[in-house]
């Protein structure tokens, strides 16, 4: 049966942590939010792994975008207001605005970022196509431009729009290690022994 939006989003709320998170988060009027990354992906592999939802989530991540103001002040005066949101859940939050990864991202991952428009483009800027998955906080939709078949298939590829090879290969091996059955997709250029 293949996964649909409304299937992921039953699977990642089943973990009590996102379940609050789309609870309390929305209240916050962050500018286009969305709950994104590991804590909605991996329900999906949990769920087909018989681990528990939340099983392996390490942060729960939560993207905005607002350029009126690239400060860093701006930035960490919207992550303080989330922390006291969810400060009893005992988690970490993850908070980045979207405006400003291309001031910082050059100098932590050695290569160009560029200037993004949205939130959407952070969500789009991901390693491996199929974890491009973020629920809108304004409305609870999902948005996910590959689709999910590949999430459902554990097909792990390479993102296009993000072609650092040696980055993707170690995070893809990160996700196999803890989830198996998972299948690395060489990226053109890579040996085929690098999965």
Not at 51 to 65: E, Q
Not at 82 to 106: I, P, T
Not at 178 to 187: E, K, M, T
Request: charged share 25%; aromatic share 10%.
């Amino acid at each position: 049966m293949p996964l649909t939006p409304a299937g992921l989003i039953e699977q990642a709320t089943q973990d009590p942590v996102n379940a609050a998170l789309l609870e309390r988060l929305p209240a916050l009027r962050l500018r286009q939010g969305f709950l994104t990354a590991g804590c909605l992906f991996q329900a999906t592999w949990n769920r087909l792994s018989d681990k528990p939802p939340g099983w392996g989530v390490k942060d729960y991540d939560v993207f905005y975008f607002d350029d009126t103001d690239l400060s860093w002040d701006a930035e960490d005066a919207v992550i303080q207001r989330v922390q006291r949101a969810v400060a009893d859940l005992g988690v970490s939050v993850e908070v980045k605005n979207q405006a400003r990864v291309h001031l910082w991202y050059e100098q932590r991952f050695k290569s160009p970022y560029p200037q993004l428009g949205s939130a959407r483009d952070g969500i789009d800027r991901y390693l491996i196509a199929c974890t491009r998955v973020g629920i809108d906080l304004a409305d609870g939709t999902l948005y996910a431009p590959d689709g999910l078949d590949d999430l459902a298939a554990g097909m792990l590829r390479m993102n296009p729009l993000l072609p650092m090879r040696e980055l993707f290969l170690k995070k893809a091996a990160d996700y196999q290690a803890r989830w198996p059955w998972l299948r690395i997709v060489p990226p053109e250029g890579a040996p085929d022994d690098a999965a």
